[in-house]
């Protein structure tokens, strides 16, 4: 899991060759497999609908969090707006955080004040996922024609709903089976606090990726040290395999 969640919104060689050769319907299936393993995107919606037990709570929850997630993928994404995809990451981690420790009642127990709005907090963390989706979308060749590009951006939209869509009836199934056992009091508080642990991972990964990305000269292995390494290998091998003849 830990080498897919850097990856869960990359864009690989493979799917970008694909897109060319392909129309809309492979920006669909490339959407619902984007949010399938968008890793950081299914621990907020799973954190988001961790204690929602009604059909209706679910729906407005998840409908404010699409409309966000939809403005921003779209209109980033069109009129091509920008931003480091490891640093909307970290933040994309950091609101996994914040719902775990929002459903373990963070804010009463250790800041002594009433959450803040979940539905405008969901709808504002639903933008920030949707820029998170538009940076990985923006390095497919969408094409010149804004039609045919909003085409695409509409129909990669479209996906990433299905993908939620499928992920999310997963999860509530899961959650309203739980609910009906014991461990459900028990381990609820365990959950969310694992919840944060891995949005902790992974704000921990987007910020070592950011740092090599913006700092990468300070990351680089210096070349001229790694070639002198391989020399003194080099040497050595020989001197073993010059005792080792002489044996």
Same mark, same amino acid.
């Given at each position: ?7 869960? =919104? ?6 970008? %060759?694909? !897109? ?13 497999? =984007? ?5 950081? =995107? ?18 407005r929850f998840i409908t404010v969090f ?12 069109? #009129?091509? %707006? ?14 996994? %955080?914040?719902?775990?420790?929002? *459903? *373990?009642?963070? #804010? ?12 405008? !907090?969901? #709808? ?24 045919? !590009? ?6 990669? *939209? ?12 997963? !999860? ?19 959950? *969310? ?18 740092? =090599? ?7 680089? #292995? ?26």
């Amino acid at each position: 899991m830990i080498p897919g969640s850097v990856l869960a =919104h990359g864009i690989s060689e493979a799917d970008k %060759i694909r !897109m060319l050769e392909g129309g809309f319907l492979q920006y669909v299936g490339l959407g619902a497999s =984007h949010m399938l393993t968008g890793y950081d =995107h299914l621990l907020f919606l799973f954190g988001v609908v961790f204690f929602l037990t009604t059909f209706k709570d679910i729906t407005r929850f998840i409908t404010v969090f699409t409309l966000g997630n939809c403005l921003t993928l779209i209109l980033a994404t069109f #009129f091509h %707006i920008s931003i480091n995809a490891w640093a909307i990451d970290a933040v994309i981690a950091l609101s996994v %955080i914040y719902k775990g420790f929002d *459903n *373990n009642g963070g #804010f009463q127990k250790y800041l002594d004040m009433k959450s803040p709005s979940l539905l405008w !907090m969901v #709808f504002l963390f639903g933008l920030i996922h949707g820029f998170g989706l538009s940076t990985r979308l923006q390095q497919l060749p969408l094409g010149d024609d804004p039609l045919a !590009m909003l085409g695409r951006i509409l129909s990669f *939209n479209v996906g990433v709903e299905v993908g939620q869509i499928a992920a999310l009836s997963v !999860m509530v199934a899961l959650l309203s089976f739980w609910r009906r056992r014991p461990s459900f009091a028990r381990f609820s508080t365990l959950a *969310n606090v694992g919840i944060m642990a891995m949005g902790a991972l992974l704000l921990f990964m987007q910020l070592h990726g950011y740092f =090599h990305h913006t700092q990468a000269e300070e990351f680089r #292995f210096p070349e001229k040290e790694h070639g002198h390494v391989h020399e003194d290998m080099a040497i050595e091998q020989l001197e073993k395999e010059s005792t080792h003849d002489n044996l």
